[in-house]
């Protein structure tokens, strides 16, 4: 079955710190697309970055950076040098050939001035 | 500016009214979607549209029910709903459904409340 486990529901920290928002997936299928969303307070999901299953290398975007372990089924977020516009909930999403996007519960990040 | 519209944003209902939530995407997208988005759940596939074809229906009660007209204009429309639906409702939209690298666009979504 298809699953995106995002273990940590809120995490805190100071601005300027570094953080690492945990996500695990499950499916029986090779193909699949990883993605992460940011939802501001204002609501609507942002697209932050798209990731196939036959691409594990590491991607870095400014403070962003991704990094993709097929051998534990990890697709992890970390934040670098956070800021306080950084707050936010955080979703992982799976789409595999099941054309379904599945979404884990989020990760509410606050970060603190 | 995501390209997707939502109205109203915030919405109020009794549980023996009748109200709809509108969507709008001027992306040139062939697929809209519903999300059901409750506090500490996943965000929770509710229907599918595919070139106005309704492509799926996650198991959704029949007090939701979807509309679209056309590839740009999406409805909910909501009947003697129960105060456990109260949640944020979420309009998406991508290029087409069953691609499965398509990211979807997001609304800033419409956030219910039944009393």
């Known amino acids: 079955a298809q699953k995106v486990t995002q273990a940590q529901t809120e995490i805190s920290v100071v601005e300027k710190e570094d953080v690492t928002l945990d996500c695990v997936y499950e499916t029986r299928d090779t193909t699949y697309y990883l993605f992460w969303y940011k939802q501001p307070p204002s609501g609507e999901l942002v697209f932050l970055i798209r990731r196939n299953s036959f691409d594990e290398q590491n991607e870095i975007s400014g403070r962003y950076s991704w990094n993709f372990q097929k051998s534990t089924s990890s697709f992890n977020f970390t934040i670098t040098a956070s800021q306080v516009v950084d707050s936010a909930v955080y979703f992982c999403?799976?789409?595999?050939?099941?054309?379904?996007?599945?979404f884990g519960a989020g990760t509410r990040l606050t970060v603190k001035p | 500016e995501t390209g997707v519209t939502q109205t109203p944003r915030h919405l109020v209902m009794g549980m023996t009214n009748k109200k709809s939530l509108k969507c709008e995407q001027h992306l040139g997208h062939n697929a809209m979607y519903w999300y059901k988005q409750s506090a500490k759940k996943p965000l929770e596939l509710m229907f599918v549209y595919n070139f106005k074809e309704q492509t799926e229906n996650n198991s959704v009660p029949s007090r939701f029910s979807p509309e679209c007209p056309n590839s740009s204009h999406l409805f909910l429309h909501l009947h003697t709903l129960q105060p456990e639906d109260s949640a944020l409702y979420l309009c998406?939209?991508?290029?087409?459904?069953?691609?499965?690298?398509?990211?979807?666009?997001f609304g800033q979504g419409t956030r219910l409340t039944v009393v």
């Open positions: 999403a799976l789409s595999d050939l099941n054309n379904d996007m599945r």
């Open positions: 998406a939209s991508s290029q087409d459904f069953g691609t499965v690298y398509t990211e979807a666009f």
